[in-house]
């Protein structure tokens, strides 16, 4: 078996009691690279998909030219067939690939960093899509004004983490360490040493078991919300996925997030890293209020903020616009 050979179609089992195939477009491969690993929607949407779909198949957009015939051998007429894409430009997207819509195949995409790139890439494919799935709420009125369809998601939390009692670490920092991110992580080697974990994935992947036993193992999870544009204030997947570890997440005010999580309750707020410095020396003088927000944070996420409850009710969406126009 050749190691570097492109990515192949994967089959998963099926789920009698829903009604959609579901056939996930995406990366193989982390930042497109198999020496980064599993892609990030290969390792948290198919889990959940699994266990809300009727059937799920994964197409890698590593196929390229052959991504639109791979989705039209499995996809089943009838027209309950999803495909949902993770495209994120429009060399990604095949040549033929919107021929399928008009196969019988429910065309929605997951746009990520659409805060930035709407007018790049979003506003010149949106109309092709039954659907399009944003996680910046604000660019729905600019979906609209394209005659799009669109709705608002988020991304979640993970399934599966249990909440320990007792932490190693008093703060985890964890990810690509661009731009003030590698002067914050300095220092918080810096003052902490081997109380805070701090991993620049730029440098070294880390092992998703890994990585979720150091933030499991922590109290704060310490996020920086700023896109590597160094401006746009984003929600990351890290915030719901870090509370889904049982951290408390330590991030810069956005309003936004307060819909997800109450503030000083659930989530904490840094606005400069004199205030994160002091938050995770208090952390290690007086761990158990953290340990209660952490606790409200993981409870909370686990009762709303998974991917299951995300595409469950974009399905049910999806439902109702085609009862709507049946």
């Known amino acids: 078996m050749n190691g570097l050979a492109p990515p192949d179609v994967e089959s998963f089992g099926s789920n009698e009691g829903s009604t959609f195939e579901v056939i996930l477009v995406a990366s193989r491969w982390d930042y497109g690279s198999r020496f980064n690993g599993d892609g990030f929607e290969y390792r948290r949407f198919l889990p959940a998909l699994r266990n809300v779909a009727r059937s799920v198949l994964f197409v890698p957009i590593e196929a390229k030219t052959t991504v639109t015939l791979r989705v039209r051998r499995v996809a089943r007429s009838g027209g309950q067939t999803i495909a949902l894409s993770v495209f994120n430009n429009p060399n990604e997207i095949p040549r033929d690939y919107f021929e399928l819509a008009e196969e019988g195949v429910y065309l929605a995409n997951w746009y ?17 899509f039954h659907l399009n799935i944003t996680t910046y709420e604000a660019n729905l009125p600019r979906y609209r004004a394209i005659s799009a369809n669109a709705v608002a998601s988020q991304w979640a939390g993970i399934d599966g983490c249990g909440f320990l009692e007792s932490r190693r ?51 704060l999870a310490i996020d920086d919300p700023l896109a590597y544009d160094g401006k746009t204030l984003q929600i990351k997947a890290r915030v719901f996925e870090n509370a889904s570890m049982g951290c408390v997440v330590a991030t810069q005010p956005n309003e936004r997030l307060h819909r997800y999580y109450d503030p000083d309750k659930e989530i904490l707020f840094w606005e400069t890293p004199v205030d994160l410095m002091a938050t995770v020396h208090d952390c290690i003088g007086n761990p158990e209020p953290y340990r209660r927000m952490a606790r409200a944070a993981y409870d909370r996420t686990q009762r709303e903020h998974l991917y299951e409850h995300r595409f469950q009710e974009i399905f049910r969406q999806i439902m109702q616009q085609r009862r709507a126009f049946s």
């Not at 990520?112 to 092709?128: E, Y």
């Not at 661009?178 to 070294?204: C, P, S, W």
Request: net charge positive; aromatic share 14%; charged share 30%.
């Open 169 to 219: 670490y008093a703060a985890c920092f964890v990810g690509r360490m661009y731009g003030q991110r590698a002067i914050l992580a300095k220092r918080l080697r810096k003052e902490f040493g081997g109380n805070v974990f701090v991993h620049d994935t730029r440098v070294r992947p880390i092992n998703d078991e890994v990585m979720i036993s150091a933030y499991q193992n922590s109290w």
């Open 112 to 128: 990520t960093d659409d805060d930035m790139l709407f007018d790049r890439f979003s506003k010149h494919v949106g109309n092709r």
